[in-house]
């Protein structure tokens, strides 16, 4: 492997590249997808390939290609110098690159029980107990359950003599209960909506104790159909791990990518109010109680690595401190345009991808003190909403809108009866700011995504979030008519 | 077929399947998906990023019986060939039997559609791309304004053999050029143009219409939400197609019963008459789907009341009649997808659109929607690059954004006038002919800053 990737970068620096970097990554996939008991889609995946980017003078362009061989390195590593010249046509300000030190050495995600070679047998049978389990109960449509895994393995090498080498390990399953009776479909799911996720090995899959779960969520989703609509209004709401890391995600993890906010993203994603300038005045972005951290040496998150993908080692930045917006997302191009050095997040998904700043761990930090059963108790009026079910969030990541599979009335400090259809609304730096009450550790849990899109060509990501509960006051819930 | 490219794809098709029948498969559908990539993105009116790849899949479904396990692989050598018939045949050999598994699909009559081609788009360079986004840029320049977007080009190879004698492929090519501007006091406008041949892309219009909107919706004020009637523009008006595909267009949809649909049911305008048609050439045509069934011009809506929804052969199977050409690659948990979505042009210059509407808003596009009840098809979503108060059939100014709360189907009841004039839009998946619509009621449920 080290022969084709310092061919593609003696080939690139012969043409005329001042810096070069190639990603060689091979990634294989599992997936098993059950339907009300029917094994409906199990699936294995393989491919493999590098990329080339390079810098001249400083435009960039990247080539890639499946074919590993000497020749395609050459041809690969020619194309991308030439896209490189042809950006150079429309290019204002050259790209500089901060000066990290070369990346050394290898990372592999932990792991004690291989995914991989855990039978097939065992993994359908697994997901099966849950599906059967949810699905006895009467009124349930149908159900879905699923467990994906996914390793990579990834050699990167650059102009400047890194060269690092890691294995990643993803899994990830969740079961999921559906009631339909006319117009009205709810659901229930756990460990949240998206699925349980964690970089690790099939011990965080029966960590999870689907099939334990299957039977009360099944039963919630039945409730729900006769439940009544969840009432409008401004109200005090708490929110559970499976609907908070979201919040997080679309609320503080897009709005500090720095390459969101020099408008690199503009024509797709969007771009973020959290502009520099508020970087400078120490801009309130929540209640005190509000400490957010990136973090990719977080344990099972999606987002921890050795290394990011231009050879940057991992570490933890904050990003808003005691409720102080203080730090970015940031890469080896953007971080020194606010005086940093980066802040290792830029990655790609897989060989034919550039990098990107993407989020690693955004985690919420939990706060000595009170559980998340205590915050209830706490609680005098309000609505407890669990697990996402709708999300949509403005171009610079103000206006918020998320919906929820369930909420829960909580009068005089207890979890009362079930509403449908609930929804909240808001903007962030308001809604974060009226954050009264963070759960401690007992509530604080690794979840993730592994869908978050970015970038054109599109890219899927893979990042983690560790969050406990949090309250927030006075909050606009139930929009829409229905 | 007569492009090589086609022909390649298909006999590295023919090899897969026969490793996976040397494997003991009794039925075996190998897909072949092979594209040359391209795309040049620019921001701060300057190119920042610029990519190109090649790449390749073989995806191959191996049946024994009813048991299914599908692999997939880039490696196109004997030994990646006969590795992956081992790991569809070991997924086969311990999975469950899909009891109404009804079979692969048989060959039906595909034939190939010359317009999905363009050489000069599978032959686009890097500089073409550039000098298109040059175009874009100097259009912003002479604005006023920043141009930030994306010119992709690019040549997809497909072919499908299974063990039932489908023998198909085809090479097709797209290309899309979308620039958002942005200028001083806020303003943001959007254009895009996608086609089969990106020689016929107009970089400097497109340019010149985001830039225009971009000056229009400068110094935007708030407005209050509420119901308003509403003008969209063809960039927001694909969002409905693609949702109601996304809902409710599925033949698994309405089986599961979290569709809308129910054939002969009125639930829109007598305005609205919607096609699934991969043949229509002014979209992005394909000739036949990911299982190797020749795409079917299917009616979704015809005046308003539902017409059919699209087949795989796996739902086709389930309702005892044949696939209309829909599936998408295996295993698909999701189930058939309108991929070609074509909205029948209506009668009104689109100019006149506004004209009647005593106060309502022009709407550009919509950004980052999404569903709150997938049935009724409510979805949220935001205002995005240009929403203009209307009063008395004419725009008087521009306004922030606004977050609506919507049911797509009362939206499509409500379309009081359907324009002359269509666009071809890349949508979710695939190429969406839409044009621009007058509805006579949209619920916006907030706003925001800008």
């Known amino acids: ?482 | 077929m007569n492009d090589e490219r086609a022909r390649d794809a298909l006999a590295l098709a023919e090899r897969a399947l026969a490793f996976a029948e040397a494997a003991g498969a009794s039925e075996a559908e190998a897909l072949v998906m092979a594209e040359d990539a391209a795309l040049t993105r620019f921001a701060n009116s300057q190119i920042h990023q610029n990519v190109a790849e090649t790449n390749a899949v073989v995806n191959l479904r191996f049946v024994v019986g009813k048991r299914i396990g599908v692999a997939s692989s880039g490696r196109t050598d004997d030994e990646g060939l006969r590795t992956l018939a081992e790991r569809a045949a070991a997924i086969a050999g311990v999975v469950e039997e899909l009891p109404d598994w009804s079979g692969l699909p048989t060959p039906t009559a595909v034939e190939p559609i010359a317009a999905g081609y363009a050489s000069a788009t599978a032959d686009a360079s890097p500089e073409l791309r550039a000098d298109g986004v040059r175009q874009v840029i100097a259009a912003a320049d002479a604005a006023g304004v920043t141009a930030y977007g994306s010119f992709a080009t690019g040549t997809e190879t497909t072919a499908v053999a299974n063990s039932k004698g489908i023998r198909v492929g085809e090479t097709r090519t797209a290309a899309q050029l979308l620039t958002v501007s942005m200028g001083p006091g806020g303003g943001s406008g959007y254009a895009e143009q996608a086609a089969v041949d990106a020689t016929t892309i107009d970089a400097a219009a497109i340019g010149r219409q985001a830039a225009h909107t971009a000056r229009a919706s400068v110094d935007a004020v708030a407005l209050e939400a509420g119901d308003y009637p509403v003008v969209l523009n063809e960039y927001a008006v694909v969002d409905l197609l693609d949702m109601l595909g996304y809902l409710g267009f599925s033949a698994l949809a309405v089986q599961e019963e979290r569709s809308f649909v129910e054939v002969g049911k009125r639930v829109g305008s007598e305005l609205v008459t919607i096609v699934d048609d991969g043949r229509d050439p002014t979209g992005l045509p394909m000739a036949f789907d990911y299982e190797g069934v020749a795409k079917q011009r299917v009616s979704l809506l015809e005046a308003g009341v539902c017409g059919g929804v699209v087949y795989d052969a796996q739902t086709a199977g389930r309702d005892g009649v044949s696939s209309t050409g829909h599936g998408l690659p295996a295993p698909n948990t999701y189930g058939p997808f309108p991929l070609n979505q074509v909205m029948t042009a209506g009668t009104t210059p689109r100019d006149e659109l506004l004209a009647g509407m005593e106060r309502g808003l022009l709407v550009t596009r919509f950004h980052y929607t999404n569903p709150v009840h997938p049935k009724l098809v409510i979805v949220t979503g935001m205002t995005r690059d240009g929403t203009f108060l209307v009063e008395d059939g004419k725009v008087v100014g521009p306004v922030r954004n606004l977050r609506f709360t919507q049911s797509y189907l009362d939206a499509i009841a409500a379309v009081s006038a359907v324009s002359q004039e269509r666009m071809t839009i890349k949508g979710f998946l695939g190429g969406v002919v839409v044009p621009a619509l007058r509805i006579d009621g949209w619920t916006f449920t907030g706003t925001t800053e800008h």
């Open chain 1, 1 to 482: 492997m080290r022969d084709l990737t310092q061919r593609a970068l003696d080939t690139a620096t012969q043409l005329g590249a001042g810096y070069a970097d190639v990603r060689v990554v091979r990634r294989v996939d599992e997936s098993i997808a059950i339907k009300s008991g029917r094994v409906e889609g199990v699936a294995t995946g393989e491919n493999e390939g590098f990329g080339v980017r390079v810098l001249v003078d400083g435009a960039w362009g990247f080539a890639s290609s499946l074919r590993l061989t000497a020749e395609e390195a050459d041809r690969v590593a020619a194309d991308a110098v030439r896209i490189a010249r042809a950006s150079a046509t429309a290019l204002r300000e050259p790209a500089v690159l901060d000066d990290r030190p070369p990346a050394h050495g290898t990372y592999e995600t932990p792991v004690v029980e291989d995914p991989f070679t855990v039978p097939l047998e065992r993994k359908i049978a697994d997901l099966l107990a849950a599906d059967e389990a949810a699905s006895k109960i009467k009124g349930i449509a149908f159900t879905e359950s699923m467990y994906a895994a996914q390793r990579e393995w990834k050699t990167f090498a650059a102009t400047d003599g890194s060269l690092t080498e890691q294995t990643i390990t993803h899994v990830g399953s969740a079961v999921e209960a559906n009631a339909v009776d006319g117009d009205e479909h709810q659901r229930r799911s756990y460990p949240d909506s998206g699925g349980g996720w964690n970089a690790a090995g099939y011990e965080y899959v029966r960590g999870l104790r689907l099939a334990e779960h299957a039977e009360p969520l099944a039963d919630e989703a039945v409730a729900l159909l006769t439940a009544p609509q969840c009432p409008s209004g401004r109200f005090t709401i708490i929110l559970d791990p499976s609907q908070l890391y979201l919040q997080v995600h679309e609320s503080c993890g897009h709005p500090t990518e720095l390459d969101r906010v020099y408008g690199t993203e503009a024509s797709y994603a969007g771009t973020s109010f959290l502009t520099t300038d508020k970087l400078d005045e120490g801009f309130r972005y929540g209640s005190d109680l509000v400490t957010i951290v990136a973090d990719a040496t977080a344990p099972g998150g999606m987002g921890s690595f050795g290394w990011d993908d231009e050879g940057v080692a991992a570490q933890r930045v904050p990003l808003v401190q005691d409720g102080i917006f203080v730090g970015y997302l940031s890469s080896r191009e953007t971080a020194p345009r606010i005086g940093r050095r980066s802040g290792g997040a830029m990655r790609a998904d897989g060989w034919n991808r550039i990098p990107l700043i993407r989020m690693t761990n955004i985690n919420l930090l939990p706060r000595p003190g009170m559980s998340l059963d205590d915050i209830v108790a706490d609680t005098d009026d309000g609505l407890y909403l669990s697990s996402n079910r709708s999300w949509s969030i403005d171009d610079r990541r103000l206006n918020f809108q998320f919906a929820t599979e369930v909420a829960y009335e909580v009068k005089g400090g207890k979890k009362g009866r079930l509403f449908k259809n609930p929804t909240y609304t808001g903007i962030t730096y308001e809604f974060w700011r009226s954050c009264d009450a963070v759960g401690d550790e007992r509530s604080y849990v690794m979840l993730g995504t592994p869908n978050c899109g970015k970038g054109e060509p599109g890219q899927t990501g893979h990042v983690g979030h560790a969050v406990p509960g949090a309250r927030f006051r006075d909050v606009q819930v139930g929009v829409g008519k229905w």
